[in-house]
């Protein structure tokens, strides 16, 4: 781990603090308001700056004790990426599709794998990869991974894809060594000439300091294709899915589909299922009637800050009468 001195080292001191009390937060921002009110005297800057300042260090700091060992972090302080969809199927194929834009066809495909989705436009939180790093753990049966990419055909989908998959691939070394990542980006045709002359395409921008554009300029790659205009997206994703996949990963995906649909087709012949349902539905339906008929009452006052037990305790029964 780095050394740090002055503010930093300040700061690091408070963060160290927080992850001794074992709390969970809901994301890097929720650490910074544990002790946002403390470290006021250390701020040297304007607030928005100081803002992105502590919250990027926080993030700086949690990624380089993860590097230097402590692999159950992230999971311990539960900070979870909304960029990271599909993570509640009771089956997930060893599969992460990687997409700049959320699309039908990769939504469709997804839920078809049972397999994840990440979503990102930009720049990669790094516990963002470790969260995707842990997700292919938990699913790579056969100890093997897979992030299969769709993007953009420019310099930013190549460079943000190419991103991830170097930060997951070496926080996969450090939860699960003995798992193979595999990073495969989808490409709408063979090559460069191929692609711009099949879909409509638009010109790069030529600006020197864009260095990615420069690289790609530089090679005759003057042109990019938007993800948008390329059409059968879903098609192309299988294709390169079947091809590319190690066949342990299909058969097995094909074998669960194949239970599923079994089971669907037995219970909808069986006479005792269909009968037990029934009694269910019509059993939930009576009690949600009794529920709606009872007669309650409402206290309205709001207790100063607000206490969570006492506000379920809002509305209550009322209690009739003795006859």
């Known amino acids: ?107 469709i495909l997804a839920k078809a794998l049972e397999c994840g989705v990440y979503s990102s436009t930009g720049q990669i939180p790094s516990f963002e990869s470790v969260n995707i790093a842990h997700y292919l753990t938990r699913t790579a049966a056969n100890n093997i991974a897979y992030l299969i990419a769709i993007t953009d055909y420019d310099p930013s989908g190549e460079s943000i894809f190419h991103s991830l998959a170097l930060k997951v691939e070496m926080d996969l070394k450090l939860i699960n060594p003995d798992i193979k990542f595999v990073a495969i980006p989808v490409l709408f045709g063979n090559d460069y000439t191929d692609i711009t002359t099949r879909y409509p395409t638009y010109a790069l921008s030529e600006n020197k300091k864009n260095k990615l554009n420069q690289a790609w300029i530089q090679k005759g790659q003057t042109r990019g294709v938007e993800l948008n205009v390329v059409e059968n997206k879903a098609q192309l994703l299988e294709s390169i899915i079947l091809n590319s996949v190690d066949s342990k990963v299909v058969k097995a995906l094909s074998r669960h589909q194949w239970n599923k649909q079994k089971e669907a087709e037995l219970l909808a012949k069986d006479s005792h299922y269909q009968e037990l349902n029934q009694q269910l539905k019509q059993r939930v339906s009576t009690i949600k009637d009794e529920v709606r008929s009872m007669q309650t009452q409402f206290n309205s006052n709001w207790p100063t800050p607000i206490d969570a037990d006492s506000i379920l305790n809002m509305t209550r029964e009322k209690k009739m009468p003795n006859n």
């Open 1 to 107: 781990m780095k050394k740090y001195r002055g503010i930093r080292k300040a700061l690091t001191s408070y963060i160290d603090a927080f992850l001794l009390t074992g709390e969970t937060v809901e994301n890097i921002r929720d650490i910074w308001y544990k002790f946002k009110g403390d470290i006021e005297h250390l701020k040297n800057m304007p607030d928005d700056k100081w803002d992105k300042y502590v919250n990027h260090l926080i993030g700086e700091y949690l990624y380089e004790l993860f590097l230097d060992g402590d692999v159950t972090l992230y999971n311990r302080l539960n900070i979870i990426t909304k960029g990271l969809n599909n993570d509640t199927h009771s089956y997930n194929t060893p599969i992460v599709l990687f997409t700049e834009k959320a699309t039908r066809s990769t939504d």
